[in-house]
């Protein structure tokens, strides 16, 4: 009996310092943003590099998912749809926390586009924060320039 435990106790430390990497520095930042009749738990993003690579390569989000973009500085930002598999919304916000700008239904590239041939979207004024919803979703929740947004915990 003492040798089978033996043997097992390297796998059960294995397994247990995995499920803790899983529940630590790896874990995914969430915030829940509200703006006109809308309410999204939105994924938050902040490096360079999680900002570039964004929703691409994902086939959906939830109904009531988003994307978060969080930059260090307010300013125009542009935006691509590369690896894309569905369409979306921009909803640009201002370090003042209201909408600054919106841009609707956005549609993935088609097959085989170069990155080079993928058309770039901008907010007429500058952004602290971009939100990317599900198309529709700003109709939907009668998100409008100039509203309010609140941010809960704040980013």
Do not use: H
């Not at 930042?29 to 690579?53: F, H, K, M, Y």
């Not at 009531?64 to 691509?80: I, N």
């Not at 993935?108 to 586009?113: F, I």
Request: negative net charge; contains cysteine.
């Amino acid at each position: 009996m003492r040798l089978r435990a033996l043997r097992l106790a390297p796998l059960l430390l294995t397994a247990l310092a995995v499920a803790l990497g899983a529940c630590g520095d790896g874990a995914t930042e969430r915030i829940t943003v509200t703006t006109g009749g809308l309410t999204i738990d939105a994924e938050v993003v902040r490096s360079p590099a999680d900002r570039s690579q964004g929703l691409g390569e994902r086939d959906s989000l939830a109904p009531d998912e988003g994307m978060l973009f969080v930059f260090d500085e307010e300013r125009v930002v542009s935006f691509w749809m590369r690896g894309m598999r569905f369409p979306l919304d921009f909803i640009w916000i201002g370090a003042n926390g209201t909408v600054a700008d919106l841009t609707e239904g956005v549609r993935p590239p088609g097959p085989g586009t170069e990155d080079s041939e993928l058309p770039l979207y901008q907010p007429g004024l500058p952004v602290l924060y971009v939100l990317e919803v599900n198309a529709g979703g700003v109709r939907q929740g009668g998100v409008q320039i100039g509203g309010a947004v609140t941010f809960e915990p704040e980013p």
